[in-house]
């Protein structure tokens, strides 16, 4: 089995930051892309940023030039750093992988079970 397991959400003020991390466990023979996407009460599931193996990345507009993403030497990891929080980035995060778990499998979707992230005023 593999599972993904984030970690870093919780309450800050507007303008503050914050460090999600996401840890991928279990069979695994190789992933491509790890990323994170948030989801808002009411609102549809968003990308908000990929790091592909390579370290090719890709941001939301909505968070260009205030979140950093990236994946630890083990490249079972990914990080999310959020700057300049603003009240619209409250949601929860969700951590994503497209990975396979033998040769012989294709890449499949996994996904964390989600950390929420509350920015107040």
């Known amino acids: 089995q593999v599972q993904l397991v984030e970690s870093g959400g919780g309450l800050v003020q507007a303008g503050g930051s914050l460090r999600l991390s996401c840890a991928a466990s279990?069979?695994?023979?190789?992933?491509?892309?790890m990323g994170w996407y948030r989801q808002a009460p009411g609102k549809q599931r968003e990308l908000v940023a990929t790091?592909?193996?390579?370290?090719?990345?890709n941001y939301a507009d909505s968070v260009k030039g205030r979140f950093s993403i990236s994946r630890g030497n083990a490249k079972n990891t990914v990080y999310l750093q959020l700057s300049s929080l603003k009240l619209e980035d409250t949601a929860v995060y969700y951590c994503?992988?497209?990975?396979?778990?033998?040769?012989?499998?294709?890449?499949?979707?996994?996904w964390g079970q989600g950390t929420q992230v509350t920015v107040s005023s």
């Open positions: 994503h992988a497209l990975l396979q778990r033998m040769i012989q499998f294709r890449a499949e979707d996994y």
């Open positions: 279990g069979s695994i023979f190789n992933i491509n892309t």
């Open positions: 790091i592909t193996s390579g370290g090719r990345t």
